[in-house]
């Protein structure tokens, strides 16, 4: 092997060794989604150092660590969809003060699988200018896929002050712009309404403490995160996931 390859399978043995690491401490912790996404990433780059290496005692012992992550993480997996199964699962995010990172692309297309096609949104705060972008810019990421969304449903309240003809012809500018994709947007009013969650009918739940509405607003027009959501900084504030057989309907 040469000197270049030797040292690229010493990088992957580290970078495997972490994050199993990391795995394992999620997993005592009982953060078991970020456990699994940890075990997959580690067994894989396990995987590439078998493969480039020629020793082979080192190959059986590594075979063997790798034989116990594939089968602990095949354990949690069964673990998840019992929880998803007896609508038990939670998973909470907690962003930061400040924090980047957090675009609704990085949010939610985890939970975005292909046989979604129906979605239902409660978020009082749909009404201001930069409210209104903030569920277009959710709408284009349905719209992108990979999920196939047909409805979306929007619960909202109304502006109290002189923006409500903005909000309804923002919001009816919107149903427009969505039809031309063949995506029927319904909007319903509330006076009463206070909780923020979204909804696919897969069967996943996110509730969003600031509900869309978690971005800061940017120093200045031509900054960095203006355009990149992934490079805005946001409110704090937590992230709860859930998962339930039954999607309520409006």
């Known amino acids: ?116 096609s129906e979605v239902w949104v409660e978020d009082p705060y749909i009404r201001h200018v930069h409210q209104l972008y903030n569920f277009l810019r959710f709408c284009e990421m349905l719209v992108k896929g990979p999920c196939k969304v047909k409805t979306i449903h929007l619960l909202t309240s109304y502006d109290e002050g002189s923006g409500r003809n903005q909000q309804t012809s923002g919001l009816e500018e919107i149903k427009q712009s969505l039809r031309n994709y063949g995506v029927t947007l319904n909007v319903a009013f509330s006076s009463s309404i206070h909780d923020r969650e979204i909804r696919f009918n897969n069967g996943w739940m996110i509730k969003i403490g600031r509900g869309l509405d978690y971005f800061k607003k940017p120093e200045g027009r031509f900054s960095i995160g203006y355009c990149d959501f992934d490079l805005r900084p946001c409110h704090e504030t937590t992230v709860d996931v859930f998962h339930t057989k039954h999607t309520k309907k409006m």
Not at 27 to 34: G, H, K, T, V, Y
Not at 76 to 97: F, L
């Open 1 to 116: 092997m040469s000197r270049a390859g030797g040292d690229g399978t010493a990088a992957l043995e580290r970078a495997g060794a972490e994050t199993v690491k990391r795995a394992v401490e999620l997993d005592l912790a009982s953060r078991f989604q970020e456990s699994l996404v940890c075990y997959q990433e580690g067994i894989d780059l396990l995987l590439q150092v078998v493969k480039g290496t020629k020793d082979e005692a080192k190959k059986q012992r590594y075979r063997q660590k790798i034989s116990e992550y594939m089968t602990r993480a095949e354990d949690i997996k069964k673990h998840i969809e019992k929880e998803k199964q007896d609508g038990k699962y939670h998973k909470q995010i907690r962003i930061e003060e400040n924090a980047t990172g957090y675009s609704y692309e990085k949010l939610f297309q985890e939970y975005l699988t292909e046989i979604v």
